[in-house]
């Protein structure tokens, strides 16, 4: 059973900078899995931010986050990282990390919430001068 677990959440001022990570558990063999970053802020639904395919050849980004995001994975260390440049106020959520198997090393990510079997516990990110 794959288990995920992220951290590097906390409290920054706008314009600054954090990096969440995403560590796998349980199957190390993280190549195998796309892996999405998705965030919910209070009152609102769960919104994908960001896909990476299983080998990194391939990312997607929310048009929300484009530019100031950056997604990559280190898969010797069963661990994403999501880049958090220019933080705004807008990005305040708790975010998530989740992983669906890619069967081929070609499957693209997507940024769609039912594509994923496997949930992370989340790391509040929280923009606020």
């Known amino acids: 059973q794959l288990q995920l677990v992220e951290s590097g959440g906390g409290l920054v001022q706008p314009g600054g900078s954090l990096r969440l990570s995403c560590a796998a558990s349980?199957?190390?063999?993280?190549?195998?899995?796309?892996i999405g970053w998705f965030r919910q802020a209070p009152g609102k639904e769960r919104e994908g931010v960001s896909c990476?395919?299983?080998?990194?050849?391939?990312?997607n980004y929310a048009d929300s986050v484009k530019g100031r995001f950056t997604i990559s994975r280190d898969n010797a260390k069963n661990t994403v990282y999501l880049q958090m440049n220019s933080l705004k106020p807008e990005d305040t959520g708790i975010y998530y990390c989740?992983?669906?198997?890619?069967?081929?090393?070609?499957?693209?990510?997507?940024?769609?919430?039912?594509?994923?079997?496997?949930w992370g516990q989340g790391t509040q990110v929280t923009v606020s001068s």
């Open positions: 990476i395919s299983s080998r990194g050849g391939s990312t």
């Open positions: 349980g199957f190390t063999l993280m190549n195998y899995y796309v």
């Open positions: 989740a992983a669906v198997p890619a069967y081929l090393p070609s499957r693209l990510c997507v940024l769609t919430i039912s594509e994923y079997d496997y």
